[in-house]
């Protein structure tokens, strides 16, 4: 086949260009397109036709009215609030539970890590929605689970405190848990991957030279872990900002998140431009970090 | 070295089991204080186990450790005043150069800023690293990193410092010229060191004492050139440098010397006596090669056997001949080429009839 025609059609310089153009072919349809879509859409003006805004006519090109009410009403800049109380708190939980399981993780025999990976990954094969709405039965105040809480609750606070169920669903505290629940793995895995690769021989090394366990963990482990709690870190913050369907379902109505502001602004309110403009909001407070900090990695990659 | 009360280092009846796999068995050895002390033999004889019970890694099943009159029974490693080089250097790839070697000091709380910097700075230029002091592990060489291993494991000022094969992972080139940076840096110091290696060119020249394990058993202790010149046994003949090793039976005694029945020889041959030998015995013989002259004439005097050039391989300065005896044994001796004669480079060539001979005194019985 060397040097026949078939050979030499596949070595064209064409085909490097795709394989490369590929992934950002994709980006630009999937990802830029409709993201300038949305940014058009939230300097538009909302009218009662179909599709509800229009540009120009008896309103202005650009109408920034959207940013302006983002900026200036209380309850969007409440709904970010909590949106990033409640996705900063997910997340500092998952990395507190999530690391002490990756790091057991790399301590295990090679045949219980891949059954305990499998735990890890094994509720994905579950419908998410059926995962929620098991917590759902869960915290409700006749479930068993609540029960136990209350009772160990009574049983631990004098008689004064007592209370007759713990009030769990509707409230912040149920939708930090099921993020908590639903995001770990995205925490323990990159978390893993970045522990699995430390040399175990560095901690001797750092033992050997005075250090105590929690000493060699502090100076040794934890530093070089930095790059997977980053990536655990984003992975959680950033669809958990975002979050819609938890919130719905077990979130406080009277405060609600980000995600649950932006699904009523464009379904049951009908303004489009008002629900574009939150979400780029959204997008660059989620955006500017990342850039941020991969350019400050970028930084010290370089000047290794 | 080793004083006659209480020796520096003491290992007493050491063993440690893996399971049902015995890693040590029962070594018992000294170091004297100052001394590069070398623990020698191939792959899973035991020897970084050992050193691994020393830093504290693993505790002895069996038997104590004891540094300066101290118990080390339960010491943990980090209360140890003993420091490891581990033979991946184990570098902090986290830390610049300066960091790796300031890291140990910060347990020493009697130290202030000052003194801990005069002290890295110290440790930096006894190991020629001053100039990359701020890089990262990542941006020096594998020289390089060799001694800030170094300079991190002697920082503290240790007791003792262990070297698990601190030279397997260099060049040939740089191997030898670290080999005597470590000696000289052992001797400004004054630490004591304990060498692991499987190399027995590196043990000769670095050590004052070796010890040659196998099989978890320490064989023989000795300075190098007891080690070579004197072996006890089979094991450390053939492990120490090349030999021709024979089977022989003891015939008698005859003055000084040992006689013995060598088939392999085809006859008698006069050895040196080890003491405790009987006759009748089966013992081994051992002459190294370069113990054995080659001369195309009968030699006068004693253990001369005839033979044939069988090969014979040609290195410059010197020449190893294989040569066959009338009893099918070839027997290595090596020649060194100090004339150029008119018929040819070297003693003897393809094919030649040849006679060897070899002093009684360059004759090893070998009782194990």
């Known amino acids: ?35 300038l879509i949305v940014v058009a859409m939230s300097v538009a003006t909302k009218t009662p036709t179909a599709p509800p805004f229009s540009f120009g006519g008896e309103h202005p090109v650009v109408n920034l009215d959207a940013y302006g009410r983002v900026l200036t009403d209380g309850l969007y800049l409440r709904a970010f609030l909590t949106s990033i109380t409640n996705a900063l708190v997910a997340m500092i939980l998952c990395l507190l539970i999530g690391y002490p399981m990756a790091l057991g993780l790399t301590r295990v025999s090679k045949g219980w890590r891949n059954i305990l990976l499998m735990l890890v990954i094994l509720p994905f094969w579950t419908s998410f929605l059926l995962r929620v709405y098991a917590w759902m039965g869960m915290m409700g105040r006749n479930s068993w689970f609540n029960g136990l809480l209350t009772d160990s609750w009574n049983f631990l606070v004098p008689l004064d405190w007592a209370v007759r169920s713990v009030p769990m669903m509707h409230t912040n505290f149920a939708v930090v848990l099921v993020m908590v629940y639903t995001y770990l793995p995205f925490m323990i895995l990159p978390l893993y991957a970045s522990l699995e690769r430390l040399d175990p021989v560095l901690d001797e090394a750092a033992m050997d030279l005075g250090s105590r366990p929690w000493q060699v963990f502090r100076d040794v482990t934890l530093p070089q872990s930095i790059p997977g709690i980053v990536a655990g870190g984003m992975l959680v913050f950033i669809p958990a900002a975002g979050e819609l369907v938890i919130p719905s379902l077990v979130g406080n109505a009277s405060s609600p998140m980000i995600g649950r502001l932006i699904s009523d602004e464009f379904s049951s309110a009908r303004d489009w431009p008002m629900a574009s403009a939150v979400a780029v909001v959204l997008l660059v407070l989620m955006v500017v970090p990342t850039m941020l900090y991969s350019h400050f990695q970028a930084k010290s990659e370089g000047s290794k | 070295m080793v004083s006659a009360e209480e020796p520096f280092l003491r290992i007493e009846g050491v063993s440690k089991s893996f399971g049902t796999f015995q890693a040590v068995k029962d070594v018992t050895l000294t170091v004297g204080k100052g001394e590069i002390f070398s623990l020698l033999g191939g792959s899973g004889c035991g020897k970084t186990t050992l050193l691994r019970m020393l830093a504290g890694f693993e505790e002895p099943t069996a038997g104590r450790i004891f540094l300066d009159g101290r118990d080390l029974a339960g010491v943990p490693p980090w209360d140890r005043p003993i420091h490891m080089m581990f033979q991946s250097y184990a570098i902090f790839p986290h830390m610049t150069v300066e960091a790796n070697v300031a890291y140990g000091l910060k347990h020493e709380h009697g130290m202030d800023k000052a003194a801990r910097a005069e002290r ?73 060191f304990i060498v692991v290696t499987h190399d027995q060119e590196e043990a000769m020249t670095l050590s004052d004492r070796i010890a040659v394990m196998d099989r978890g058993e320490v064989k023989q202790v000795g300075s190098p050139t007891d080690i070579y010149e004197y072996p006890v046994s089979r094991f450390v003949a053939g492990f120490i440098g090349s030999v021709n090793a024979f089977e022989a039976t003891v015939l008698g005694h005859d003055g000084p010397h040992l006689r013995l029945e060598v088939p392999a ?104």
């Open chain 1, 1 to 35: 086949m060397s040097g026949g025609r078939l050979s030499r059609w596949f070595d064209r310089k064409g085909w490097t260009a795709l394989l490369i153009g590929a992934p950002y072919l994709w980006l630009v349809l999937f990802f830029l397109l409709p993201f």
């Open chain 2, 120 to 192: 890295v700075a110290a440790m930096l230029d006894l190991v020629q690293l001053t100039d990359f002091a701020k890089r990262k592990s990542h941006q020096i060489s594998g020289g390089q990193r060799q001694r800030v291993a170094l300079a991190r494991a002697l920082a503290r000022q240790p007791k003792l410092l262990l070297l698990d094969e601190p030279l397997a992972a260099l060049d040939k080139k740089l191997r030898e010229h670290t080999q005597f940076e470590l000696m000289s840096i052992q001797q400004r110091t004054g630490v004591t």
């Open chain 2, 265 to 368: 020889l085809g006859g008698a041959v006069l050895a040196r006596d080890p003491l405790g030998v009987v006759v009748g015995q089966k013992v081994g013989l051992a002459v190294r090669p370069e113990k054995i002259r080659i001369s195309k004439d009968r030699p006068e005097g004693v253990n001369v056997v005839a033979g044939q050039v069988k090969d014979l391989a040609y290195f410059g300065k010197d020449s190893l001949y294989r040569i066959a005896m009338p009893g099918g044994a070839l027997v290595q001796a090596h020649a060194v080429n100090s004339s150029r004669g008119d018929e040819g480079v070297g003693v003897a060539d393809w094919d030649d009839a040849v006679w060897l001979s070899f002093d009684p005194s360059a004759a090893i019985v070998l009782v194990d």
